[in-house]
């Protein structure tokens, strides 16, 4: 099983970006998806998240209004598109994949936003 993150860079405040995961080895349809982020010396915290189904969604209050969790089950790919960029949003981004008590996790991709 691999989820692969990509899509990090460096971005202006105000830019976007728009991150993929990428998953092998998985039903990916049957995975409810997150992402996560965690800035240097903080704890790790949830962005986004969205149902196996893509009928529900959910966002932090930082990343309501600016961020959204589109999928593509048919891709086996998830995204999370971020808009309206700011400097707190640099992190590492993580996406999770998780069906009942199984998830697995991408090995991160650096979001830097300069001010």
């Known amino acids: 099983v691999q989820l692969q993150a990509s899509g990090g860079g460096l971005v202006q405040a105000g830019g976007s970006l728009r991150l993929s995961c990428a998953a092998s080895g998985i039903n990916f349809s049957t995975y409810g998806m997150a992402w996560f982020r965690q800035a240097a010396g903080k704890e790790r915290e949830f962005v986004s998240g969205i149902s196996w189904k893509g009928g529900a969604t959910n966002y932090a209050d930082s990343a309501r209004g600016r961020f959204t969790i589109p999928r593509d089950s048919a891709k086996n790919t998830g995204y999370l598109q971020m808009n309206s960029l700011k400097p707190e949003d640099t992190a590492v981004y993580y996406c999770?994949?998780?069906?009942?008590?199984?998830?697995?996790w991408g090995q991160g991709t650096l979001v830097t936003v300069s001010s």
């Open positions: 999770n994949a998780v069906h009942f008590l199984v998830s697995y």
